[in-house]
């Protein structure tokens, strides 16, 4: 029996014992600097798509018609598929019928049939030059391929708008049930996606399945929201991890005496954290100055472990240090000490579930699998059957180079659309 079919089996008895988040609650998979928005890209359909709606939204919805008259004479609103800490998104109809090629970087128009976008209502207190930093990265990443290209954006009043093809897909809720195989059609378009935005130094710094929308019938995805996205620093800066100078407060590898000092006296250290819990790479919550691309291929990682996993989410860590606690438990105190120090920092636990080399994650994916009853047995079963499986194997070997400690054997984006388990996809 192929592991597949055992997956199945597993699979098709598991409930919600898997996941115990709410699915229809964001908080728990997101905190400060998070932007879920959801469903864009592709927008032609045949079908009528007046939604169904809470009296709430329609309230709203036609509080933006009035409120924004360039929506009511070019789109007719539809319904809000959307909404993060920094905006919320629309789907409408192009009243034009028309809408902009993702190769034609000119924004060429085309008639046909009904075309649908989804409409970015960016929120009036976020920085003008966040604003602007987002479409400038749109702009410059309208030819890429598997990434939203921005069809417009206009500005009425003090509200910002931004106008991408909507798209039709699949919730990872649903997809993470389907096939190995399937997934990795999945993975392919998520790095390619990533391959082109990498390509220009910028960092997305919020990869996640409600950032990637992907249309299981088409096997095609796309990158979306770029509101926390960056250019990467080429210029190190206090971090040793890229040959900067040590920082002040680094404690390197001195342990403390007596403790911790109760008065520290040396300055802090600020670096950029925006992004999702759950999906932030260990040099991001290690406050690292000098953050690269890699911290999306961590973020891919974690979404490879919650498909072979079947959770979702698969970390729930409350805040930063809950987090460290969670990438220690499956790293062990070795590694962990050594991902510290190389960004200048000290990892000290006495906690008795992070071991000295930490879990293999074989292991952790095979408990996941049997958690409803578990018996050591079956984890064991569970286990050998995807080591003799292939897909599987590639696909923890794929996994392991995504969820390397170490940022700079981290694998890229282009290295992993060459990985065994993407060949011949």
Known sequence: MRFGEINQEISEHKESKLNPCDPDDESNTTVEDDESTDGNID???????????SQSCIEELELFRQTYKTISTRFRLISKI????????????????STTDNDD??????????????????????????????????HNLSQSEAVAPLI????EHEQVMAVLPFCKHTE????????????????????????????????????????????????????VDFGLAEKESLEPQYCVCRGGREHPRSYGDRQPANGYLKNDSRPGRRANRAGTRGFRAPEVLLKCMNQTTKIDIWSVGVIILCFLSKRFPFFQSSDDIDAMIEIGTMAG??????????????????????????????DIVAWALTTE?????????????MQEDDDYRHAF???????DLDFRKRISAADALRHPFLRGV
Do not use: W
């Open 152 to 155: 417009t954006a206009f500005r």
């Open 105 to 138: 970087s000119h924004g060429t128009r085309r008639t046909g049939p009904k075309r649908y976008v989804a409409i970015k209502r960016i929120c009036v207190t976020s920085s003008p030059q966040r604003i602007l930093n987002e479409l400038i990265l749109l």
């Open 82 to 97: 959307g909404e993060g800490t920094f905006s919320s998104v629309y789907k409408a109809e192009d009243l034009g019928g």
């Open 373 to 385: 009853d578990f018996d050591p047995n079956r984890v064991d079963e569970v286990r050998d059957m």
């Open 397 to 403: 070997s794929l996994l392991k180079k995504c969820l």
């Open 43 to 53: 927008g032609e359909e045949e079908e009528d798509d007046d939604e169904e709606m």
């Open 172 to 223: 990872f809720r649903i997809f993470r049930d389907q096939p190995i195989e399937e997934f990795k059609y999945y993975l392919k378009n998520l790095f390619t996606g990533l391959s082109h935005v990498h390509a220009q130094n910028i960092i997305h710094r919020d990869i996640k399945p409600t950032n990637f929308l992907y249309d299981l019938d088409k096997r095609e995805g796309y990158v």
């Open 333 to 362: 105190r070795h590694k962990m000490s050594s991902c510290a120090r190389l960004h200048g920092a000290l990892f000290d636990t006495n906690i008795s579930t992070i071991s000295e080399h930490g879990i293999r994650y074989e």
